[in-house]
């Protein structure tokens, strides 16, 4: 796939970026460029080949879910100007 400079202007403009002359014919290379090594990503057969969810087949370490805090939400409430239920009281933003 190959852009040309109105596909370029028109980017810009959907974009609401102001390109001069110069700065959309280095834009429109470089496009092509990246559309470029895009086909020839696609064009390398895969058939066969397992997806991966990451690059290097590692295990993250995990550590023990346990509580490390002190529950605080009294103190946390007692300085809010409205508070029910364990719940903030807020005004009604949307009718």
Known sequence: MSLSL???A???RLARLELTDAEAAQTLGQLN???GL???MQAVNTDGVEPMS???DVAQRLRE???TETNQREAF???APEAEGGLYLVP???E
Do not use: L, M, Y
């Open 6 to 8: 109105d596909d370029v």
């Open 10 to 12: 028109k980017i810009a």
């Open 33 to 35: 460029n990246i559309f």
């Open 38 to 40: 895009i086909e020839q």
């Open 54 to 56: 990451h690059a290097v």
């Open 65 to 67: 879910d346990r509580v």
């Open 77 to 79: 409430q007692s300085v």
């Open 92 to 94: 009604r933003v949307i």
